[in-house]
């Protein structure tokens, strides 16, 4: 694809998003304590309703939902839509059943809260380090990536050269300020977000003649390189379907309802970075609020993204829809396909100079918000679950120093990474993201659940179960990564485990049989001490309320 450089105006925009970026986070310095542990990683627990609901959908809408959630639409229909709707429903999870726990246990970190319900450090430290492991394998890594694509399209630089200055700009935001400028960032970059994606959304449909237009050529939209007497390169039959056939699709119904929520479970109710904007709310209802006001905001994505990915495929399909891998090869530096290239595609084809330079704030923006969530999440969980443990009699100026000097171990990790994701990502970025999810968190999910719950449930049952649960995840996930899934038209010479059983429900059996190990464990041993329950299951909690 040919690159396009920002002209002046374009280079206005984005000096002036750095200006407006520069002076929040001024702003959120000077009104912040980041003198101590809770200004630092908890903004002092003073944040409103909007603003935490504005970092929670920022954080969420990263870099890599305008390449990936396009990119998935470009390819296979409006599909990857159920994740956003699902999210929706799982936001009101968090803020009506978790969250009410979470504040009356008084926590800072989400493994914190496994310490006071059951006692004990090993499920503590477990999940303090699993969570650190995927946010490198779905958050950091595919965000640099994604981000990178973006830069490389724009601008012509490295895929490296790129991923390194996103790095330096991202960690000056968050080591200066803590979580409150992430917050208050976090809200600008909401906001631009918004202005800057609706502008192409509107004018993608304009270009392909509304709605109507739409539906009428996707179904249209193949590449010239297509070969005759072939399906590969072809829009797929169900692809105005959200749910699809339970057993030949690649969003199985089912498996969607029973294993994706589980997933969603784990990143809106027990994932540090999601949880953490909420605990830094002032209130339970001003928690409960931000996550209301979270999930309206979380159907944006569908019109915003995915419609618009569908769009650059009827406008560009010899691009966006290759299907020859030497032709892609040639459009995007991969074989697997260019779909990805779909959102970037748009920005600049069909945004005039001026215009061009907002789209590459707003990439920025995404990139940003995600990022230094990230890194704040990741700080803090190293911080306060890992090294408190190894030196507990640690003083805030050591734990302070520890936080911010653990950032830069993530990105080095997250750099490494890049070259396995563009092997393994299958020209579908969102869907990596999703399986990889999938393969490790459903236990995560169940425990948490169980937790809050169920009063029977012990340590010793969360444990082993949580324990069995990782094991056969780890077996999944290397099974896929050793077994790459082959090119349209290639014999599929997979293991049936892993041709044949969709990664949704692997998690939706891994979810379910997690919370019944944990279950039988807990009934043939010694009940969990009331003391340490107290205040941390749901009953509890309303019945002391």
Request: glycine share 8%; charged share 10%.
């Amino acid at each position: 694809m040919a690159v396009r450089y920002l002209d002046p105006l374009d280079v206005t925009a984005v000096v002036v998003y750095f200006l407006m970026v520069l002076a929040v986070g001024f702003y959120a310095m000077y009104r912040s304590q980041r003198s101590t542990i809770s200004g630092y990683f908890l903004a002092g627990r003073f944040m409103t309703w909007l603003p935490v609901g504005a970092s929670i959908f920022a954080s969420n809408i990263g870099s890599e939902h305008f390449i990936g959630l396009a990119g998935s639409g470009a390819a296979a229909g409006i599909a990857v839509g159920a994740f956003e709707f699902n999210s929706l429903i799982i936001l009101q999870l968090l803020g009506w059943v978790f969250l009410p726990v979470y504040i009356a246990s008084k926590v800072c970190t989400l493994p914190e809260y496994m310490t006071k319900r059951f006692g004990g450090r090993r499920i503590q430290m477990f999940l303090a380090v699993l969570s650190l492991i995927l946010y490198i394998f779905t958050k950091l890594s595919v965000n640099l990536f994604s981000g990178a694509i973006f830069i490389r399209e724009t601008l012509g630089w490295d895929l490296y050269v790129s991923t390194i200055l996103l790095l330096v700009m991202t960690c000056i935001c968050t080591v200066t300020g803590g979580l409150a400028a992430v917050i208050y960032t976090d809200t600008l970059q909401f906001g631009i977000m918004l202005v800057g994606a609706s502008m192409l959304m509107f004018k993608s449909f304009s270009a392909v003649g509304g709605f109507t237009g739409l539906m009428e050529k996707y179904e249209l939209a193949v590449a010239s390189d297509v070969k005759p007497n072939s399906t590969c390169g072809y829009p797929k039959s169900d692809s105005w379907s959200m749910l699809r056939d339970p057993v030949d699709s690649d969003m199985p119904w089912p498996g969607f309802l029973l294993g994706q929520t589980p997933v969603s479970i784990w990143y809106w109710c027990a994932d540090q970075m999601m949880v953490q904007r909420t605990l830094a709310a002032k209130s339970l209802s001003h928690a409960q609020g931000a996550t209301l006001f979270a999930g309206y905001m979380k159907v944006l994505p569908i019109f915003l993204m995915v419609f618009p990915g569908m769009i650059s495929r009827v406008l560009y399909p010899d691009v966006i829809a290759c299907s020859d891998p030497n032709e892609c090869l040639k459009h995007c530096g991969s074989r697997l396909g260019c779909s990805n290239l779909a959102y970037p595609k748009l920005v600049l084809e069909l945004m005039p100079a001026g215009l061009r330079g907002v789209m590459f704030a707003v990439m920025l923006a995404a990139l940003m918000s995600d990022l230094t969530s990230v890194f704040n999440s990741a700080s803090t969980l190293f911080t306060m679950d890992v090294w408190k443990f190894l030196r507990p009699l640690a003083k805030t100026k050591e734990l302070l120093f520890v936080g911010k000097s653990f950032m830069l171990v993530m990105v080095g990790v997250s750099i490494a990474w890049i070259p396995i994701i563009l092997q393994m990502q299958g020209g579908q970025l969102y869907l990596y993201i999703q399986a990889v999810a999938a393969y490790l968190s459903p236990p995560i999910a169940a425990i948490y659940l169980t937790a809050i719950l169920s009063k029977r449930l012990n340590e010793k049952g969360a444990f082993w179960s949580l324990m069995l649960g990782f094991f056969l995840g780890l077996v999944r996930m290397g099974l896929d990564f050793y077994y790459p899934e082959p090119a349209c038209g290639e014999e599929d010479l997979r293991p049936r485990i892993v041709s044949n059983v969709h990664y949704m429900y692997f998690a939706a059996f891994v979810f379910w049989m997690t919370i019944v190990v944990s279950l039988l464990i807990s009934l043939m041993s010694e009940p969990p001490n009331d003391n340490k329950v107290n205040h941390s299951y749901v009953a509890s909690v309303f019945t002391f309320s």
